[in-house]
T-cell receptor, first 115, second 113 residues
Framework: DTGVSQDPRHKITKRGQNVTFRCDPI?????LYWYRQTLGQGPEFLTY????????KSRLLSDRFSAERPKGSFSTLEIQRTEQGDSAMYLC?????????????FGSGTRLTVV | DQQVKQNSPSLSVQEGRISILNCDYT??????FLWYKKYPAEGPTFLIS?????DKNEDGRFTVFLNKSAKHLSLHIVPSQPGDSAVYFC????????????FGKGTKLSVKP
């Protein structure tokens, strides 16, 4: 297993366009998380899944954002009608259980630039 | 409301010396804490965690200390190496299902040869 994979690594899009990111977690991990990081800030929680169930969503996740994890494997994060404020690094992570001892394993992220 | 605070945006240390990174928190309900290291263009990498029932956890060159009465934790790196230069984040899980990690803003550590 090569860890958590995210695709694409970089995305430049025009304001108003829709974008979709993909995350492939570590195969034996049942939890999958999405975070967003902007310059000078720590990662901010967006949402997480346990298997295929989306258990928690942040108020940061406006109705333009939607995340799915069909069959409890890979996940997608879609942003509709992108705005310049959506420009950020989008990080995916996975863990087996709550990750209290081993933490979460993060991917390298997708950097989104909205122009 | 910043529940996890890292008040030093940067720290510079000489190779071989000790690096001490600090973190304060406001929520007394946090029951464990984690430290992550992040290199540019990479995702955060888990370093070490500590349960709130302990006051110290050690893993090789990394030791985390927790002072619950002061709501303060610190990460000690001894000896510091140039490869330790990165941004360090402390984090704590929030919410009933503990799926939400709250991160501090990070401290950029520079270890000079």
């Amino acid at each position: 297993d090569t860890g958590v994979s995210q695709d694409p690594r970089h995305k430049i899009t025009k304001r108003g366009q829709n974008v979709t990111f993909r995350c492939d977690p570590i195969s034996e991990h049942n939890r999958l998380y999405w975070y967003r990081q902007t310059l000078g800030q720590g990662p901010e929680f967006l949402t997480y899944f346990q298997n295929e169930a989306q258990l928690e969503k942040s108020r940061l996740l406006s109705d333009r954002f939607s995340a799915e994890r069909p069959k409890g494997s890979f996940s997608t994060l879609e942003i509709q009608r992108t705005e310049q404020g959506d420009s950020a690094m989008y990080l995916c992570a996975s863990s087996q259980g709550a990750g209290k001892v081993d933490g979460y394993t993060f991917g390298s992220g997708t950097r989104l630039t909205v122009v | 409301d910043q529940q996890v605070k890292q008040n030093s945006p940067s720290l510079s240390v000489q190779e071989g010396r000790i690096s001490i990174l600090n973190c304060d928190y406001t929520n007394s309900m946090f029951d464990y804490f984690l430290w992550y290291k992040k290199y540019p263009a990479e995702g955060p990498t888990f370093l070490i965690s500590i349960s709130s029932i302990k006051d110290k956890n050690e893993d090789g060159r990394f030791t985390v200390f927790l002072n619950k009465s002061a709501k303060h934790l610190s990460l000690h790196i001894v000896p510091s190496q140039p490869g330790d230069s990165a941004v360090y984040f402390c984090a704590a899980p929030y919410g009933g299902s503990q799926g939400n990690l709250i991160f501090g803003k990070g401290t950029k550590l520079s270890v000079k040869p």
